[in-house]
């Protein structure tokens, strides 16, 4: 089981970005001093019947501060939406195993909705060229801070309304978008498609996976997946929270 910490932390902002995303960004030096891109934290709604705590992915990494981009999708996400600057939040430390950044030319982040927001520290701790390709619905956001980070950004929605009209994977083929090694957080049907793309040019690809948590830190064993393994089987099962959320495409059993 990871250590856990879980600390009282102020928000400095809770703005909505989008409709129904928005941006929380907390004071918790000693939880930034320890993060990294690509994990996550659990935050810790008020309402005591609201009993679990909700993983959320770490947007950018400051001195003294995480900033943290999330949708509301249900209960404890909306109680989140609803909390003001100069409140307190029950934040944890920084869980999981994020992506490992390569030495590369050239870097394609591919992002999917609210599994975009990641792709923001790691294009901020990356060095060479950084693509990033983001999808969404109908409404994007985050461009900018990818950009400031250094990206080139391409956009697809679904409606059409901003950008390519089609997914990410259709847009980097129309585009021709080419990389040493890919990097991508989202839907689990975008990153088996990403997977499957990767593999037919060659090319690796660390994925964020998303699966449902119960406690977020190894312990209820409620996020497994499976990841391809020398074994009577052909794979072992892996906590999504603990030895992820980030796996290499290429070990992933993605047929379910």
């Not at 391809?228 to 070990?251: A, I």
């Amino acid at each position: 089981m990871c250590k856990k910490t879980v600390i009282e932390a102020k928000i400095i902002q809770n703005q909505e970005i989008a409709q129904g995303v928005y941006r929380m960004v907390l004071s918790a030096p000693e939880i930034a001093a320890g993060a990294s891109c690509g994990q996550f934290v659990n935050l810790y709604p008020k309402a005591k019947h609201t009993l679990l705590p909700r993983p959320i992915s770490i947007c950018e990494i400051g001195e003294d501060t995480l900033t943290l981009v999330y949708g509301v999708v249900g209960e404890g996400t909306r109680e989140f939406a609803g909390y003001n600057a100069g409140e307190t939040i029950r934040v944890s430390s920084a869980i999981g195993t994020g992506f490992k950044p390569q030495k590369t030319k050239t870097a394609v982040l591919v992002g999917g909705g609210i599994g975009v927001p990641p792709l923001v520290e790691l294009a901020k701790q990356m060095s060479g060229e950084k693509i990033a390709v983001i999808g969404f619905r109908d409404e994007p956001f985050l461009k900018e801070e990818l950009e400031k980070a250094g990206a080139k950004v391409y956009i697809a929605t679904d409606s059409g309304k901003t950008g390519f009209k089609g997914n990410v994977i259709e847009l980097i083929q129309e585009q021709g978008i080419s990389g040493d090694y890919f990097y991508s957080c989202g839907p689990k049907v975008m990153l088996k498609a990403l997977a499957a793309y990767c593999e037919s040019i060659n090319t690796p690809v660390q994925v964020s996976l998303e699966e449902r948590m119960g406690c977020g830190y190894g312990a209820c064993v409620g996020c497994v997946c499976k990841i391809k393994e020398n074994t009577e089987t052909g794979y072992e099962h892996k906590k999504v929270c603990k030895d992820g959320p980030v796996f290499l495409g290429s070990e992933v059993v993605w047929d379910e």
